[in-house]
């Protein structure tokens, strides 16, 4: 079962099928249906390393030997899901590689993006904007992001 | 006041949402929507010829269409869901009513075609779906922005009501909410709203009702 | 493709009350098949120009791909002339039939699928039961199941402890016999008839017999449907899509025993559509 259907109480995750409850570290702590039982360490969700940077969750298959590249200054506005390749996302972006991340103008701003290819016609897209950007700014850039998307999934129509 | 009512009908979970919300008592008339089609049947027909629920009867006022009972039941309970004074916010409020019917036909066909047999186009009414999400969820993004949690104001109002169960339940018809997170968080706020009652496909918060093993180690 | 044990055994396909002389379009196994009602009362199928078998039993049409080695099984209990037989309609789920059936043959997820109805967060616990294989009739049960419930049944006035027996009878279908709140002593039969279409797709036709003289058909028919539906957004969010065989994969606990009697039976008999044989 999907733990993201699942809630957080106190520290641990509870699954919404049996209410299992998992730990940060993974392991089992609690099955109610044996309240007594102390749960084998055998039991766990296997957990994905994970850290958290500008305001985004980055998580990996392994622990890499190095921290997610921060990016000085910036600030994650939001995500969207663009139905395309990471490849058509960046060349509608035109946007200079930095460190993982794509340098590109939205709204007359400077934003990054990084972008997670989690499907082959799927981009989960997060807009990282200046700290200090205002709302209208921030407004102005949304609406960029949406433009963008429109753009690149006509391509993948006309294609 | 009597609902007619059907407990897989996110038309009729509204109304009987709404009323827990209020705490506006409903005797609810269960119809054999499904597999019976009940709602085809004389006797509602004589009701409601658009042969569609909820109905909402009270007394001699018969109402159909679920946005007009929302409209009833708040107007009854002192107007606090409904749009208030301002021109602009009445404006708005009536423009996600009237997004609402967009979220039935397309997020509400897609789950009848693909739960319960129904005839339709899902490809068609997929893309529609999909459409009408990022359009809310662009919408609630604005509103975040301006430290608000709701999609008129920073509390809840009908056409939050009007949206909230068809998005929910747009997972049924085979659209994923995942890349949808200010939708989410604005379901978890419905979510969490005193007197909320939940629906079959839509989760109560577990985490907010007292843990029973408060011991457990983390 | 289609193991050859599956194609054997009968399966529900529609309704009686529901057929359409001008047949309906279905599935079975992966194969097309059509559904013809007739107003003289003999409905068939058809798969590719060949007519099926066909049994008219507990409110439902079934059929077979293949040459069933034995008659469909029977639920005497359910003849009774004083119970309500409630046909509670079909609903599509997107997950292995093997899944929808294990899924009704556990209670441990009452308490959180089903809150407040089926099971209390307040009251998780499993407690022992009997499981076993009856080889003379080739069926799994489990008995002696006991859970308490809020709102056990319709006809249920507060919170019970139930009893239950659970049954499997043929690969995709299992019937339960539960505490029957208005006559002690007698059980409620509720069964989940499952239509494979594909490995990771089905039809789910639930069906009940019960003691009830109180509550209106429409409502008895919309419980159901409510506890149904509270599972069918689980049953799609599974992973693995297919039921996995392999001891190996899953770590059971003792709630889970009618699961592991269930998958060790499949295995036995090669009933593998929407299974998953090796861990992967
Ligand atoms: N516009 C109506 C639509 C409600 C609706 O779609 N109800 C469904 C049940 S969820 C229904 O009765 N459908 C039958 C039909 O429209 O023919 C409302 O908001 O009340
Ligand atoms: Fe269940």
Redesign the pocket.
Do not use: Q
């Given at each position: 079962m999907r733990l993201s259907h699942g809630f957080v109480r106190g520290e641990t995750l509870s699954c919404i099928y049996h209410g299992w409850r998992f730990g940060a570290d993974g392991a089992c702590r609690k099955i109610p249906a044996h309240p007594a039982l102390v749960p084998p360490r055998t039991i766990s969700c296997g957990p994905l390393p994970v850290a958290e940077c500008n305001g985004t969750v980055w998580a990996a298959a392994k622990r890499p030997d190095h921290e997610p590249v921060a990016y000085d200054g910036y600030m994650a506005l939001r995500s969207v899901v663009i139905a395309a390749s990471c490849a058509a996302v960046e060349t509608a972006c035109q946007g200079a590689r930095a460190h993982g991340a794509s340098k590109t103008r939205l709204g007359g701003h400077d934003t990054l993006l990084v972008m997670n290819g989690y499907a082959p016609n799927a981009v989960l897209v997060i807009v990282l904007v200046a700290e200090t950007m205002p709302v209208a700014g921030r407004l102005a850039i949304s609406t960029a992001l949406e433009a963008l998307r429109r753009t690149v999934e006509t391509w993948g129509r006309a294609a | 006041m009597i609902l007619y009512d059907?407990i897989?009908?996110?038309?009729?979970y509204?109304v009987r949402l709404l009323a827990s919300l209020l705490g506006a008592p409903l005797d609810l008339r269960p119809v054999d929507?499904h597999p019976g089609r009940e709602?085809?049947a004389a006797e509602l027909l004589a009701l409601n010829p658009?042969?569609?629920?909820?109905i909402l009867v009270d007394g001699d006022l018969v109402l159909?269409?679920?946005?007009a009972?929302l409209a009833y039941l708040a107007a009854q309970k002192g107007g606090y869901w409904l749009a208030g004074d301002a021109p602009a916010a009445i404006a708005r409020h009536q423009q996600w009513l009237d997004f609402?019917?967009r979220l039935?036909q397309a997020l509400?066909g897609a789950r009848l075609v693909e739960m319960l047999h129904f005839e339709g186009d899902l490809a068609a009414l997929q893309t529609r779906g999909v459409a009408a999400l990022r359009e809310l969820e662009a919408a609630l993004f604005v509103q975040r922005l301006g430290g608000q949690s709701y999609l008129i104001r920073d509390t809840p109002s009908i056409a939050d009501i009007?949206c909230f169960p068809y998005v929910a339940l747009a997972p049924d018809g085979s659209i994923p909410l995942d890349p949808y997170p200010s939708i989410r968080i604005w379901m978890r706020a419905i979510r969490a709203l005193p007197g909320f009652i939940e629906m079959p496909g839509i989760h109560r918060r577990h985490d907010l009702a007292p843990d029973p093993f408060a011991e457990v180690p983390s | 493709m289609t193991s050859h044990a599956m194609r054997d055994a009968w399966y529900p396909v529609g309704l009686l009350s529901g057929l359409s002389e001008g047949g309906k379009d279905s599935l079975l196994l992966g194969e097309n098949i059509t559904v013809f009602g007739s107003a003289t009362g003999a409905p068939s199928v058809e798969c590719s120009g060949r007519t099926l078998p066909v049994v008219r039993r507990f409110g439902h049409l079934w059929t077979s791909l293949g040459t069933p080695d034995k008659d469909l099984f029977t639920i005497p209990e359910a003849d009774h002339p004083e119970r309500v037989r409630v046909d509670v309609g079909v609903v599509r789920v997107k997950c292995s039939p093997l899944r929808a059936v294990e899924n009704f043959l556990d209670i441990a997820h009452f308490p959180f699928v089903h809150t407040d109805i089926l099971g209390a967060e307040s009251h998780p616990e499993v407690s022992e039961y009997k499981v076993e294989i009856r080889d003379e009739v080739d069926e799994v049960w489990a008995t002696k199941v006991e859970f308490f419930q809020p709102q056990a049944a319709r006809s249920a006035g507060g919170g019970i402890t139930t009893e239950y027996m659970y049954r499997v009878p043929a690969p995709t279908c299992a019937v339960l016999y539960k505490t029957c709140p208005p006559r002690p002593g007698a059980w409620d039969v509720i069964a989940l008839f499952v239509q494979p279409l594909t490995e990771d797709l089905c039809d789910v036709w639930p069906w009940m017999a019960l003691f009830d003289d109180e509550s209106a058909l429409t409502d008895l028919i919309h419980f159901q449907q409510l506890i149904f539906l509270q599972d069918r957004s689980i049953l799609e969010n599974q992973i693995p899509k297919r039921l996995p065989l392999d001891p190996a994969k899953e770590t059971p606990t003792r709630a889970d025993l009618t699961s592991v009697a269930y998958r060790r039976w499949l295995k036995r008999h090669n009933f593998t559509y929407g299974a998953q044989l090796v861990a992967g």
């Open positions: - | 059907y897989l009908s996110p038309s009729c509204k929507f709602h085809k658009a042969g569609s629920i909820p159909t269409e679920s946005a009972i609402s019917h039935t509400g009007a | -």
